[in-house]
């Protein structure tokens, strides 16, 4: 939970494919479209603006063993606020070796609520 409430603050300030990609384990990259990173910045800056604050995050981590191994994956929500508009994120993370990485932020677009007049509500994370 720590590592969500530092890094995606970070993550959605910058929503670059470069400043992404640098919370992303190696083998998430891989399996990154180019163009699937450039629409995300762009519905960011287009539909919700400059990231503003989070509420408390809801969600937990959980162990999975396989033939090839041990997985430790964590997912999150949270409502994020921007300048424009609010939506709830679904943040993705999974360990590797002691280290957690993003794995992933999805919007709920259907909970896209306009930002209100005013400073955003919200707990800064």
């Not at 163009?35 to 995300?40: G, H, L, N, S, V």
């Not at 937990?60 to 191994?69: A, C, E, H, I, L």
Request: aromatic share 10%; glycine share 6%; hydrophobic share 40%.
């Amino acid at each position: 939970k720590s590592y969500v409430q530092t890094t995606l603050p970070r993550v959605l300030s910058d929503p670059t494919s470069d400043n992404i990609l640098r919370f992303m384990a190696a083998q998430d990259k891989e399996k990154i479209n180019p163009a699937t990173m450039t629409e995300f910045y762009t519905y960011v800056s287009l539909n919700l603006g400059k990231f503003q604050a989070c509420d408390d995050l809801q969600g937990s981590s959980w162990v999975t063993v396989s033939p090839s191994g041990e997985s430790i994956t964590a997912k999150y929500q949270t409502r994020c606020h921007f300048n424009k508009a609010s939506v709830v994120a679904t943040i993705s993370l999974r360990k590797i070796a002691e280290a957690w990485r993003l794995a992933g932020v999805f919007f709920d677009t259907g909970s896209l609520e306009p930002a209100k007049a005013g400073a955003a509500s919200g707990q800064r994370i």
